[in-house]
């Protein structure tokens, strides 16, 4: 079963820093595109941070020099390296890929279950 695994969530405050990991998991499927996207309460998910096609980062404007996104291929695990932290970047932050069956080429988008991060002024 594919499976997608946020960690590194926690509480700081203002001008701190944060690691988030998200591992994808799951033998009989090749995943793609993951990124980042926050929630925070009574507020739309949004997008975070990514990578483009040709392998190129791609940032929220809200976070941009702040925050970078880099990814371990070989451990199919993602991260995001946010420093600087504002108490407007108080979510729940999840991470999404795209996931592909090795035997049926069935494609689907797949959520982790989301890592809160609370920043107090």
């Known amino acids: 079963q594919a499976q997608l695994v946020e960690s590194g969530g926690g509480s700081v405050q203002a001008g701190g820093s944060l690691r988030l990991s998200c591992a994808a998991s799951?033998?009989?499927?090749?995943?793609?595109?993951m990124t980042w996207y926050r929630q925070a309460p009574g507020k739309e998910r949004e997008f975070v941070s990514g990578?483009?096609?040709?392998?190129?980062?791609n940032y929220a404007d809200s976070v941009k020099g702040r925050f970078t996104v880099s990814q371990d291929k070989a451990k199919n695990t993602l991260y995001l390296q946010m420093n600087s932290l504002k108490p407007e970047d108080t979510a729940m932050y999840f991470c999404?890929?795209?996931?592909?069956?090795?035997?049926?080429?069935?494609?689907?988008?797949?959520w982790g279950q989301g890592t809160q991060v609370t920043v107090s002024s």
């Open positions: 999404k890929a795209g996931c592909r069956d090795k035997s049926s080429g069935y494609y689907f988008t797949l």
């Open positions: 990578f483009d096609d040709d392998g190129s980062t």
């Open positions: 799951g033998y009989r499927y090749y995943t793609y595109d």
